[in-house]
């Protein structure tokens, strides 16, 4: 271990372009990819676990803020030169989970395509029309056929309970059905809607 940490260091130290005169080399040299190793080897575990950690246990997210961290390493050596590397990729990390988590709550809610699926349907202007003289033909019925066919059609409620919620046998729910239905017919046919 200790072995790579010098190894780090003075690839740290080779990435930075320092020479003599401390003169930044501006051309990247053949030690990028030695740097990546390096940091990669000694820190990479760890900076996984403490991305995790901010992204609340997605690994996918942290294995993103784990590569974006090494990449700004790799664009930026200078800020690693000739000091510990693992304190500037920790706060590296912290500042991309931070700008991640500050960017998803900017951006609306994604629901995918469920809430499309609870979108009303565009209106159809004949439908409509049909609803309203289906309306106007029930005012028409009496108050015993309309609350019949309410209870039984429009709440979906079965025989029984459509006795029991107003207050009359089986029986007679089942024959108020059929002649309100029979009237019900006869007040659309008169409003030019045959069934």
Do not use: C
Not at 157 to 176: D, F, I, M, Q, Y
């Amino acid at each position: 271990m200790e072995l790579n940490r010098r190894a780090a260091r003075s690839v740290v130290i080779d990435m930075a372009g320092l020479g003599s005169a401390g003169a930044r080399n501006p051309r990247r040299n053949p030690s990028d990819e030695d740097l990546v190793r390096a940091l990669y080897a000694e820190h990479a575990t760890p900076l996984l676990r403490y991305a995790v950690h901010l992204m609340n246990g997605d690994r996918q997210r942290a294995e993103d803020i784990v590569q974006e961290t090494l990449l700004r390493a790799w664009q930026h050596p200078e800020a690693i030169a000739g000091r510990p590397a693992r304190p500037w990729l920790f706060a590296v990390a912290r500042n991309l989970a931070i700008d991640s988590y500050r960017s998803r709550k900017a951006r609306p809610f994604e629901v995918g395509d469920a809430g499309l699926e609870v979108m009303p349907a565009p209106d159809d202007p004949e439908r409509a029309l049909e609803s309203w003289a289906v309306a106007d033909a029930l005012t028409a019925l009496r108050p015993d056929h309309r609350m019949v066919l309410l209870e039984t059609y429009y709440r979906g409620k079965s025989v029984a309970e459509a006795a029991t919620a107003l207050g009359v046998p089986a029986g007679t729910v089942k024959s108020r059905t059929f002649y309100a239905l029979r009237a019900l017919r006869l007040a659309l046919e008169e409003r030019g809607l045959a069934p």
